[in-house]
């Protein structure tokens, strides 16, 4: 098993930047690709970037491509979300995934281990 443990969330203001962490334990050694969602309230959880075991290969959403940037440290068992320019529209509690698979993937299904979430709110 795998836990993730994600922190760094907060309020900021529109414009502003916050970066998210994410720390894995357990059997880390399983884990490829790993990713960030999002789910705002009333809405379903959505896919904001990806990025591979070994970081050559990353994707991202459109609604946040040139803003967020994902990073990951296999040594430190941890990724990351650089967030920047964040508008009003990125609130939303921020979820890590982490998937047994070593391609790159960006559906909901193909992760299979997921932290608790932490909020993140952008005021106008």
């Known amino acids: 098993q795998v836990q993730l443990v994600e922190s760094g969330g907060g309020l900021v203001q529109a414009g502003g930047s916050l970066r998210l962490s994410c720390v894995a334990s357990?059997?880390?050694?399983?884990?490829?690709?790993m990713g960030w969602f999002r789910q705002a309230p009333g809405k379903e959880r959505e896919f904001v970037a990806a990025i591979t075991r070994s970081g050559a290969s990353t994707y991202y959403s459109d609604s946040v491509k040139g803003r967020f940037t994902i990073s990951r440290d296999n040594a430190k068992n941890t990724e990351y979300l650089q967030m920047n320019s964040l508008k009003p529209e990125d609130t939303a509690v921020y979820y890590c995934?982490?998937?047994?698979?070593?391609?790159?993937?960006?559906?909901?299904?193909?992760?299979?281990?997921w932290g608790q979430g932490t909020q993140v709110t952008v005021s106008s």
């Open positions: 995934g982490a998937s047994r698979t070593i391609g790159l993937v960006t559906t909901t299904p193909s992760f299979d281990y």
């Open positions: 357990g059997r880390t050694f399983s884990i490829g690709t």
